[in-house]
């Protein structure tokens, strides 16, 4: 992995690419030869251990080619060589001070170097001597992979593919057709190879490109992750995986035809690189000293270490499923000959509580799921009792809505063209990338009315146009149709009760005596989305645009937004002003099980009920009280079972049509991180922090010992303040804290007489 500059810091001049290829390329990845990060073999010890390295430079690039010789490079033109497994290792001159990035060996002599501005060195002889090569480009070169003495490729900044067939003598520059940052190259013979990277107009996206015929052409195989990829390692011409940015990690078992994302235990940080000395035996490090390992081909990987005050490791190779190495910052290198040693089971990884969610299905009372920001999606197959982290394949992207036709087929979407779909309930969430000009719409709603057939809307980044996407397919193919006019519109929410007549809704900025207004705005289709017309309603004096629509039964519809709820009786021919209550309700979200009953939730907690089509509105509370936390989506499976979500992971749910409404918990486990004071007699005030304890108390409470606290002057998801219970026995005692989500953990209390 390359030290010099990474993808953030980039020149602006590649930052804005919009062709979907070029990703810096920066592992290493020949897997033939094992030449990947920077790791360093330890002669014993059990797990990873240090090596000295001798330096205090930081290692980006190692390159194996049996269990005993190795090479290192990285900053200020390091080259390290051991012929002992890391035992000891001896500097090497490379007649230079730039950042070498990565390194690759054919066999014991043959081995080649890559660099900023273009560097490329060569050996014949182990790397007793260097030489340069002229690569013909100054561009920075991530990553280099060669299948033998002869061939092989490097790949660097803006979109750079340089390859050779005489063993360095000269370099051709390859057509990747594309400007994006390419980070690692692997190749697992003279025909197949591929290279990732980041892409996107501002390098947010993972990239992938792959050949079959040595280079002469290399195909975009599409984003299969909105999350940054950094290192490729393949086996063979079928078998493959690539890591990056917030722990993604996908393989591919077909070439590169279809990646899949893979479930890890542990680690949101950042990957780096990864290597597989087999199909089965793969590693991957990163960020905070994070290394993990798998050896069923990454159907599970377990943490094998983490430690936040090391350095990042930037690459990582193993000859064979015991010996590897890995390095890093400040010179570090470790090594392994028990293949990283035992390993602990894997861990749940809790969804954090303080993500807002943003969007909720319920096709029936039990199946049900929410999306939110940071590509959050929780599901529960009990109406809620249980929520369980489902992967989206994406962190750095929020998701704003979700629906689902039965409890199988189900469709996400959100920023930068984000559209996900599962036909499994969820176990596995495939991203239908349409190409880079989606990648500037903002959807912000999606409707389906059968397992084909859908729509969703939103805005189009950079311009005063929104978009409708339909599909016929079951959204794997989408067609976009852009609205027209020289208004600032913002559509915001679509909804369609069969294949024809469908709402969508948003707001409509323009301008008149240099004043900027804001007018809620419905359009209207008859034919599956062909044409869309405008239609007038009713508009509040405070209008500030529409948030949300609910068209459950032909002729019947609702709108919503800040101050407003609209209903329509005749498809949206004409609509009218329902009137909620004497108060401020800037409303984003509402829900019709049928033509009688609906709900509107929106900021500050509100919830609205009618049983009477909208006659009357009325508001519900929250535990006794209004719920303060902003709501931003509501669903009702029937006239009484739903759901809400807003701010800070809060899940609202209802089994009696919102006579009362009940905390979830939102997949965050619950944790007691301090007690304090951490003794105090009976009655005395105690203040708990932690995490998962929830929006508010509700049914939860805390124990110590086998007493509940009956006093609670506050509670929040990471604090309480409580008094010890009267009858709390003398002495210590463990103070629990108990919710929907579960039990925490225990703290020691000592209760004084």
């Given at each position: ?6 993808p ?8 804005h ?9 920066v ?27 001798g ?5 980006s ?27 000891t ?13 990565d ?11 890559v660099g ?14 260097w030489?340069?090569q ?30 050779t ?24 013979d ?7 990277g ?7 996206i ?21 999350e ?27 070439g ?96 954090p ?5 943003r ?6 009372s ?21 929520w ?38 969820g176990?596995t969430?495939?991203?239908h ?5 989606f ?26 146009q ?17 609205t ?89 021919g ?62 009702f ?10 701010v ?41 922090t ?31 303040r409580?008094?010890?219970?009267a009858k ?26």
């Amino acid at each position: 992995m390359g030290q010099s500059a990474t993808p953030s810091e980039k020149p602006s001049a590649w930052r804005h690419a919009y062709s979907l290829g070029g990703l810096a390329l920066v592992l290493l990845a020949s897997c033939l030869v094992l030449c990947v990060g920077a790791l360093a073999f330890a002669s014993s010890g059990s797990g990873w251990v240090n090596q000295t390295s001798g330096t205090t430079a930081s290692l980006s690039g190692v390159c194996f080619v049996d269990a005993s010789h190795g090479w290192v490079v990285g900053g200020s033109g390091a080259i390290l060589v051991t012929a002992n497994g890391g035992a000891t290792w001896t500097a090497q001159s490379s007649g230079m001070t730039k950042s070498l990035n990565d390194v690759s060996f054919s066999d014991a002599s043959h081995g080649w170097v890559v660099g900023e501005d273009g560097t490329i060195l060569v050996t014949s002889n182990g790397g007793v001597t260097w030489s340069t090569q002229k690569s013909g480009t100054s561009s920075s070169l991530y990553a280099v992979s060669v299948s033998d003495a002869s061939h092989g490729w490097a790949v660097g900044t803006g979109g750079t593919i340089l390859a050779t067939t005489d063993g360095g003598a000269t370099w051709s520059a390859q057509d990747s057709r594309s400007i994006d940052a390419l980070m690692d190259v692997s190749f697992v013979d003279t025909s197949h190879g591929w290279a990732v990277g980041l892409g996107g107009e501002f390098n947010e996206i993972g990239v992938i490109y792959a050949t079959s015929n040595g280079g002469a052409h290399w195909s975009n195989q599409g984003p299969r992750t909105l999350e940054r990829l950094r290192g490729v390692c393949f086996v063979d011409a079928s078998h493959g995986w690539a890591v990056g940015y917030a722990g993604t990690i996908i393989a591919t078992a077909d070439g590169g035809a279809t990646w899949n994302p893979q479930e890890r235990s542990g680690s949101s940080g950042d990957l780096e690189d990864v290597s597989f000395s087999d199909a089965s035996h793969g590693w991957a490090v990163g960020g905070a000293g994070t290394i993990l390992a798998t050896s069923n081909g990454g159907v599970t990987w377990i943490t094998q270490r983490v430690d936040s005050q090391a350095p990042k490791y930037s690459g990582v190779e193993m000859t064979d499923a015991n010996h590897g190495w890995a390095v890093g910052g400040a010179g570090t290198i470790l090594a392994t000959t028990d293949g990283g040693g035992p390993s602990p089971p894997p861990t749940p990884t809790p969804s954090p509580s303080d993500l807002d969610l943003r969007g909720v299905a319920f096709p029936n009372s039990s199946d049900g799921w929410v999306v939110g920001d940071a590509g959050t999606i929780l599901a529960t197959r009990n109406g809620g009792a249980k929520w369980v982290a489902q992967s989206s394949g994406v962190s750095n992207k929020d998701i704003y809505a979700v629906t689902f036709i039965d409890d199988r087929h189900g469709w996400a979407v959100g920023d930068f063209g984000l559209i996900l779909a599962t036909t499994d309930g969820g176990a596995t969430w495939d991203w239908h990338f349409q190409g880079m000009d989606f990648y500037n719409f903002m959807l912000r709603s999606v409707s389906f009315v059968d397992a084909a057939h859908g729509w969703a809307v939103g805005a189009v980044q950079g311009t005063s146009q929104s978009v409708f996407l339909s599909t016929a397919d079951g959204g794997l193919t989408w067609s976009a149709e852009y609205t027209k006019g020289d208004r600032d519109l913002r559509l915001t929410g679509v909804a369609f009760n069969d294949g024809l007549h469908g709402l969508a809704v948003g707001g409509v900025a323009f301008t008149e005596n240099g004043i900027t207004f804001t007018q809620s705005t419905i359009l209207l289709t008859a034919d599956g989305g062909g044409t869309w017309w405008n239609e007038k309603h009713p508009v509040a004096l405070d209008d500030m645009g529409l948030a949300a629509v609910a068209f459950p039964q032909a002729g019947y519809g609702w709108a919503v937004g800040p101050n407003t709820i609209l209903a329509t009786t005749n498809g949206g021919g004409t609509w009218k002003q329902q009137f909620t209550i004497s108060m401020t309700a800037m409303l984003a979200g509402v829900a019709f099980p049928d033509t009688v009953h609906g709900w509107a939730v929106g900021q500050f907690g509100v919830i609205l009920v009618t049983s009477n089509a909208g006659g009357k509105w009325t508001a519900q509370s929250y535990g006794g009280e209004t719920h303060h936390k902003s709501l931003y989506g509501v669903a009702f499976s029937d006239a009484k079972h739903g759901w809400a979500v807003g701010v800070d992971g809060t899940i609202l749910a209802t089994t009696n049509a919102g006579g009362t409404w009940v905390a979830q918990g939102s997949g965050t486990q619950v944790t007691i991180a301090r007690v304090a004071p951490a003794s105090g007699k009976r009655g005395a005030p105690v203040t708990i922090t932690g995490t998962g304890f929830g929006a508010a108390q509700d049914t939860s409470s805390v124990k110590f010992g086998t007493k509940k606290c009956t006093t609670y002057v506050t509670w929040s998801d990471t604090r309480i303040r409580c008094t010890v219970p009267a009858k709390a026995k003398y002495g210590v005692v463990k103070a629990t804290v108990k919710t929907t989500g579960g039990t925490s953990n225990a703290k020691s209390f000592t209760v004084k007489q």
